[in-house]
């Protein structure tokens, strides 16, 4: 039987590393002498979870336990492994098959190899989000990530050097797992940054060895998209996983995880989109200018008021610009289209049916009450009490109508940005569908809930608007 090992290890440096040839460290002497802790390696192993959709020549090489084994003193690294969606997302499966088809069946035995090795700024489920050529002198971590295939628990050693003054950082020494695995490395930012310079790590074990060489700059993280990942098309498309609350979970790209409802076998993101990033890894331009977001016509986003802590509360705002692209929402999902967000309001609606013309009208059309059925009871003068009576973000602005959320659809009044700024958080909430209006080449078609009304409109409205983004599944 052969066994995947992921396995990743993190070096904190201490207050006072500068990585200066002043402090005098060559590779042993300055372990010793800095005294260095927090280093930890830790191994998830997971047997037999699915092999749905995967392609011949691959499919045997996922394989998980079911149980996960650390080692004694491992420490979680937040944001680094998920084993609820370990082996279940695009970016896995896309990896998968995007190794095997270079390098042929990984399944079969042979002489041991390094076959991916590159810098990276983030890990999401041990699959990097880019490929980092040079790191800004003040990036948190500088993570190294690869591929090895062929190896029998044997040990590893993974070097940083900086090649300026020709000094040993920091050695990892590891094990590896059984034939095919993934490891990442992550060296952390000491107090003082990073020297300016050249940098390399060099990766070695049973004869085979790979360096990867990069530069820390006076500027800002250059990037750019997984080289080995073009041409691969989706495997398996994200699904929603059901918990005990009875909510879907789905994530996006960057790790976001959303709740999600199903209503008439329409599946919708439960909260708005909040990601900075496109499916493909590449990033949605964050402008804060208002002049600048005015003129644009190609995809960005933003947060109300240019305030990044009302991102969990009410997502980004997004010019549909970016929703044209068809790239915002995960594997499998889609921004709504106009007629999705008429079923969605004729079916929650007591009074106007799923067919019923009313729902091309412009605007609210009184005796509707699908905003109430759709909007979050949290309201600061809420009559249902409790956690539904509330000033804390986010919620609705007080009156006289109030948000029942039948549904658990839960939307909240995220506002929208306009060529002048901001408006309306709290008492209004758009959202972009993917449909250009039929006459106007500058519109498209938005749904839309307002605080001081139980109905749900209907507008067109300039592209370069920010407005928030549901998904729904495909």
């Known amino acids: 039987m052969s066994f995947v090992f992921s396995f990743m290890g993190r070096k904190s440096l201490p207050p006072s590393d500068s990585l200066t040839a002043a402090e005098g460290y060559k590779s042993l002497d300055f372990e010793q002498s800095h005294n260095f802790k ?84 983030e890990v999401v489920n041990f699959i990097p989000v880019d490929k980092v050529a040079k790191y800004s002198k003040d990036s948190e971590n500088l993570i190294a990530w690869f591929v ?8 590893i050693e993974i070097e ?3 090649l300026d003054e020709g000094h040993v950082i920091h050695t990892f020494v590891s094990r590896t797992g059984d034939n095919f695995g993934r490891g990442a490395f992550i060296l952390e930012q000491p107090e003082a940054g990073w020297p300016l310079g050249q940098y390399q790590v060099r990766i070695s074990a049973r004869g085979v060895e790979d360096t990867i060489s990069f530069e820390v700059i006076d500027g800002a993280t250059i990037s750019g998209p997984l080289d080995i990942l073009s041409g691969i098309e989706d495997d398996e498309p994200e699904e929603a996983i059901y918990e005990e609350d009875g909510f879907g979970r789905v994530h996006d790209i960057e790790g976001n995880e959303y709740k999600t409802v199903t209503i008439n076998s329409q599946e919708w993101m439960a909260e708005n989109l909040r990601t900075t990033k496109y499916n493909d890894g590449t990033d949605i331009p964050y402008v804060t200018e208002n002049s600048a977001w005015a003129n644009l016509d190609t995809g960005a986003f933003c947060w109300y008021d240019n305030d990044e802590s009302y991102r969990d509360s009410y997502g980004a705002l997004y010019n549909w610009h970016a929703v044209n692209l068809g790239k915002l929402c995960p594997s499998g999902w889609r921004v709504p289209t106009d007629s999705d967000w008429k079923i969605l309001k004729g079916t929650v609606d007591t009074q106007f049916g799923v067919d019923d013309p009313v729902w091309d009208e412009i605007s609210s059309r009184s005796g509707s009450d699908a905003g109430q059925k ?9 009559p249902l009490g409790e956690d539904c009576k509330t000033t804390a973000h986010p919620r609705w602005a007080g009156g006289t109508h109030h948000g029942t959320d039948d549904y658990g659809f839960s939307a909240f009044a995220g506002g929208f940005r306009h060529g002048g700024g901001f408006a309306n958080l709290g008492s209004n909430g758009y959202w972009w569908t993917a449909t250009k209006h039929e006459v106007s080449a500058n519109s498209a078609w938005s749904h839309n809930l307002w605080f001081g009304t139980d109905g749900a409109g209907r507008n067109s409205n300039e592209k370069a608007y920010g407005f928030s983004v549901r998904c729904i599944r495909d």
């Not at 759709?374 to 809420?382: T, V």
């Open 38 to 121: 927090n280093i930890y390696i830790c191994i998830r192993i997971r047997m037999g979870r699915r092999l749905k959709k995967m392609k011949p020549g691959y499919t045997a090489i996922i394989i998980f336990f079911l149980a996960l084994v650390a080692l004694p003193g491992c420490k979680d690294i937040e944001g680094s492994f998920r084993p609820e969606s370990f082996g279940n997302t695009k970016e896995e499966n896309q990896m998968v098959q995007a190794i095997t088809e270079k390098y042929g069946d990984l399944t079969a035995r042979g002489d041991p190899r390094l076959l991916e090795a590159m810098m990276t700024s």
């Open 148 to 155: 090895y295939d062929n190896f029998n628990n044997d040990e």
């Open 160 to 162: 940083w050097k900086y």
């Open 374 to 382: 759709l909007k979050s009871c949290r309201q600061a003068n809420s």
